[in-house]
């Protein structure tokens, strides 16, 4: 094992998902340690035996010191308030996150200086629960990660962002920002917006239409219980995005509402819908096998390869 | 036990649902037997045992000798055709029925001259599968059997629906036709128009977005699976009620996006859809014990018992 291989993991963040991630990370026998701004979650970490306090001087101090990498793990609101931190106390340590969009997060690296050593991420897992009590080390076994491939990606703090999502379980995904927050929005916070409005038609019928309601109801608001809060810091930053695939969307239930109408008949819609879920299912994810980074073109060959459905499983 | 409580059972259809029912029925000790359209479907439920034939005429006359129930168990466009040998062959048997609308069966059923032997039935369970080989003694287990309590039901077909639907392990609520078709618009009929439109979103991204999608939109796309012809027998029946939920959702939708491009904001459509599906969460069914079927009013304190929640688990 080199040095590299498992560098220490610091984690800004102790909620679902950067809890989830340092339980794994240290599962999987990497020194990691976090921080939580609540005293009540730092608490509840350390009673678990986690390395986490409310002090973040004291961490980034420390992340600086043994040059570790560095995990936002904060919802976007609060991302730019710990940016500020870390470029004043661990401005050299490689740098990453696991928020739900990836535009954005760039964007504040860049305005704090830290874009040459930052490497986005967003690990595809998570369930409505939040805070430490709902944190998990296998959340990310078997799961997607994206990892940013955008230009100017130095392959040594991605080598790193990449090793840490594989030891947590998960396979990854090399992609841009722009694409990543477009995808997204198609896979993740439309499904959030289709969930809030169902619930929101069901509940309207009253006690006698939710007394009714069985496992098409129920899986189609899964994501409607989810802290609104949570639902708004993921869904609001990628508010350009999400504008485009619902007003695509309104267009298709559009359609689908006059020809109904007209015609009586849902043909259209109802096959090119069970022709999409088809697709989802059977579509297979390949291993990247043959790029190395830091070889020239390795970003492009990776952007491509992730367009076509590549996912990194392993890395020498 | 008397005669009437576990009167013998004839199911025509042994689908998912009608086969599922078949084998719930068997189970609970009841004399039942079935018949199949095709030849494939009737063979493969003899292959495990039952008692089921494709020759509509021997199982209707033999429904007339037993005074059987008669389960029509097929999809709305297939209902008419049965209605007719059921008014030839068994017209004086008790009739149910387990399609998912309601107003257009009773409407068949009056055009055929059955309707002092109707009770409408709806259960509230399912799969995307299909077929006897789908079937599932265990499928109605826990779920909501939705029984007709509209105006002229005489009690004994009635406590005859209710007596299976209860030995199928269902509990029972009571529900008028129109009311039915109503509610089930919004929590049936409307999340299958919305996974479809979102697995139509999600494979618009290509590869990509497809990797990248976990449980959000696995959830939420999940109905889409089912067969396409299945899909638009279930909702184009009741075009009416679904026409008006999918405009008050158009309507929600695209007040959400304005919203959204105007203010950043999804504040209202995330917090009404949290609201919505915590009292759904939080909704607690009731056990209606007060009401004797063939009393005074019967009917209406049924009607009013199920609006407001209430359910049958026994029946005298």
Redesign the interface.
Same mark, same amino acid.
């Not at 409005?197 to 007394?211: C, E, F, K, T």
């Not at 819609?269 to 299912?281: I, K, M, P, Q, T």
């Not at 992730?306 to 459905?309: E, F, N, W």
């Given at each position: 094992m080199t040095p590299d291989q498992k560098a220490p993991v610091c984690v800004l963040g102790t909620g679902l998902i950067g809890g989830s991630l340092l339980r794994a990370a240290v599962g999987a026998g990497y020194d990691a340690w976090g921080y939580n701004r609540s005293a009540d979650g730092a608490q509840a970490a350390r009673a678990d035996g986690f390395d986490v306090t409310g002090d973040l001087i004291e961490v980034l101090t420390r992340a600086a010191d043994a040059d570790a990498l560095v995990v936002v793990a904060v919802p976007m609101p609060a991302v730019d308030h710990l940016l500020g931190s870390v470029a004043t106390f661990a401005p050299r340590c490689a740098l990453t996150d696991v928020v739900s969009v990836k535009a954005p997060v760039a964007a504040a690296v860049r305005r704090h200086g830290l874009a040459a050593h930052y490497v986005g991420g967003h690990p595809?897992?998570? !369930?409505s629960e939040s805070g430490w009590a709902a944190t998990d080390p296998g959340l990310f076994r078997d &799961?997607?990660w994206?990892v940013g491939v955008d230009e100017g990606t130095h392959p040594q703090p991605w080598c790193r962002v990449v090793r840490l999502a594989l030891a947590c379980g998960a396979v990854v995904?090399p992609?841009v920002a722009d694409?990543?927050d *477009? $995808?997204?929005a198609?896979? &993740?916070h439309?499904?959030?917006?289709? #969930?809030?409005?169902? #619930?929101?038609?069901?509940?309207? @019928? @009253? +006690?006698?239409?939710? @007394?009714? %309601?069985?496992?098409?109801?129920r899986?189609? !608001?899964?994501? #409607? %219980?989810? #802290?609104?809060d949570l639902?708004?810091a993921i869904? =609001?930053p990628n $508010?350009a995005a999400?504008?485009d695939?619902?007003?695509? !969307?309104?267009t298709?239930?559009?359609a $689908?509402?006059d020809r109904?109408?007209e015609e +009586? !008949?849902?043909?259209d819609?109802? =096959?090119?819908?069970?022709? $999409?879920? =088809? *697709?989802?299912?059977s579509?297979r994810?390949w291993e990247i096998t043959d790029i190395r980074p830091g070889d020239h073109d390795w970003l492009a060959q990776l952007r491509d390869a @992730?367009? *076509?459905?590549g996912?990194i499983t392993k890395l020498d």
């Open positions: 595809m897992a998570g !369930t &799961s997607v994206a995904a992609v694409e990543h *477009r $995808a997204v198609r896979i &993740s439309l499904p959030h917006v289709l #969930a809030e409005a169902l #619930a929101v038609a069901g509940a309207a @019928g @009253g +006690d006698l239409a939710l @007394g009714l %309601a069985a496992g098409s109801f899986d189609g !608001t899964r994501v #409607a %219980a989810t #802290a609104p639902v708004r869904c =609001e $508010a999400l504008l695939v619902l007003e695509e !969307t309104l298709v239930l559009s $689908a509402r109904l109408r +009586d !008949t849902l043909v819609l109802v =096959e090119a819908g069970h022709d $999409a879920r =088809e *697709r989802y299912e579509a994810r @992730g367009r *076509r459905g996912v």
